[in-house]
């Protein structure tokens, strides 16, 4: 009756494959902004991707939920799977939201700083994909998980350094000029230094659950 009723019960490793999976739509659409940013692809065509990647992205977080629900037995705190997840999902949410804002005021050419952002995303969706996929044993990798929300961190940190450069430029570009211009590239802006403040968050969560755990 036992095994039985353990069998029934959602295991511990599911939450960290669905974990995986979330931080995997995570790299991929950071991957289709920076083919959007650098130009290496239609503005459209990449935008969608995006679009796709935060509908899985929600899915999955859905079903982490749900099993947080459902299970007797969590990995680590139910409240820091909530937050974890949702974190992680704010992240792809800021990406959909920076392509929506890209197609609304139909922005078809980057300033050099917005690549260098869409650079940093991807690097920090990179980091985030490796953190998360060391949780499954925390305490053998914390020494790692440290040093990948350091990186995350100063990735940030640079990030915005490279808004205000590239705001800075926009506004020595327009000053004289079209102010609309110059009104829709510090929108722009604003989204990617978002998307990276998401990844400060996720970075920020990974360290508590760490914190707690040891």
């Known amino acids: 009756m036992l095994r039985w009723f353990q069998a029934l019960m959602p ?14 739509t995570i790299l991929d659409g950071a991957e289709a ?66 392509v929506k804002a890209i197609t609304l005021f139909e922005v078809t050419s980057f300033e050099p700083e917005m690549a260098e952002m869409g650079k940093s995303i991807v690097q920090s969706a990179k980091l985030a994909r490796e953190a998360v996929s060391l949780m499954g044993k925390l305490r053998g990798n914390h020494t790692r998980l440290n040093t990948i929300t350091e990186e995350i961190i100063r990735l940030e940190d ?27 590239g510090v929108e722009v802006y604003d989204h990617l230094e978002k998307v990276m403040d998401r990844f400060e968050d996720v970075a920020n969560r990974i360290s508590g659950i760490v914190i707690e755990q040891m």
């Not at 295991?11 to 995997?24: I, N, S």
């Not at 704010?90 to 920076?98: C, G, H, L, P, R």
Request: zero cysteines; proline letters at 1%.
């Open 33 to 98: 902004l920076d083919s959007l940013l650098s130009g290496r692809a239609a503005v459209a065509e990449a935008a969608a991707k995006v679009v796709a990647f935060e509908t899985q992205a929600d899915a999955i977080t859905r079903d982490v939920l749900i099993m947080v629900r459902r299970s007797f037995i969590t990995p680590f705190d139910r409240g820091e799977i909530k937050d974890l997840i949702n974190t992680l999902d704010d992240a792809i949410d800021q990406m959909q939201k920076t």
């Open 158 to 184: 640079a990030a915005d350094s490279l808004n205000d450069l590239g705001i800075k430029a926009l506004f020595t570009r327009h000053r004289d000029g079209n102010a609309m211009n110059y009104i829709i």
């Open 11 to 24: 295991k511990e490793e599911r939450f960290f494959d669905l974990f995986d999976r979330h931080a995997q």
